[in-house]
């Protein structure tokens, strides 16, 4: 069974700490993505990568780095977390070299910032 | 800009029909998908429209107009497992993910 996780399903940080979120796919896909998803929103992708050691700003990077040394791990780190990085956050994969195709969606990680 | 909408909240009776909308503007077209989450779980892929036309897989069908820039997600025989948000999602001509915000779905016995 095709399997997407992330490493914390809770998280509660402090404002300024650096967060990290790590996501793991265990179905040889290129394609890796981190969205965000808060109430009223639809799914907001923050970086997504095509390929090892690749990386593509989404349409909210302010805030986030991505690193992605391996092709199964997709890393999101919040260098300095703030209280509007308060949210859900949802890794995803999908096979192929352009962004066709089923997203295979982990459990995400729900990160509040005090 | 891109847009994608859909209703907020929807609900229906157990064993009956139920229709989800969703309308998109975006910069071109690369296919729309239907997504399923429950509360406090992944997304999971329900179908992909690519052409006109109506899709069935069992009890769930979706249906596309790319001249109307819309879509409809029909659900039969509800059952109690089906309350849960329904994601509409267009990849537009850059092949990005536009996601609307969604539709949770109540089912009463």
């Known amino acids: 069974d095709v399997k997407v996780t992330q490493s914390s ?3 509660v940080k402090r404002t300024g700490e650096k967060v990290f979120l790590e996501c793991v796919q265990d179905m040889d896909h290129e394609n890796m993505f981190w969205y965000r998803q808060d109430p009223g929103l639809g799914l907001r992708l923050i970086y997504f990568s095509y390929d090892v050691k690749m990386k593509e700003k989404g349409d909210i990077p302010e805030g986030y780095s991505v690193s992605r040394e391996k092709k199964e791990r ?22 192929g070299q352009t962004n066709t195709g089923e997203l295979f969606f982990g459990e995400g990680s729900r990160l509040t910032v005090l | 800009g891109q847009n994608i909408d859909q209703p907020t909240e929807m609900t229906a009776t157990e064993g009956a029909i139920v229709q989800i909308n969703c309308t998109y503007q975006t910069s071109g077209f690369n ?16 179908s992909y429209n690519v052409l006109d036309g109506l899709e069935e897989k069992g009890r769930f069908s979706s249906f596309l107009s790319r001249s ?24 537009d001509s850059n092949y990005q993910l536009i996601w609307g915000a969604g539709t949770k779905l109540i089912i009463k016995p």
């Open chain 1, 9 to 11: 399903r809770y998280l």
């Open chain 1, 74 to 95: 997709f890393s999101l780190i919040l260098e300095s977390a703030s209280t509007n990085q308060t949210s859900m956050y949802l890794c995803a994969s999908s096979l």
């Open chain 2, 31 to 46: 296919g729309l998908f239907w997504y399923q989450q429950h509360a406090g779980e992944a997304p999971t892929f329900l």
């Open chain 2, 68 to 91: 109307k820039g819309y879509s409809y997600l029909l659900l039969k025989e509800l059952q109690m497992k089906d309350s849960a948000s329904y994601l509409c999602a267009v990849m």
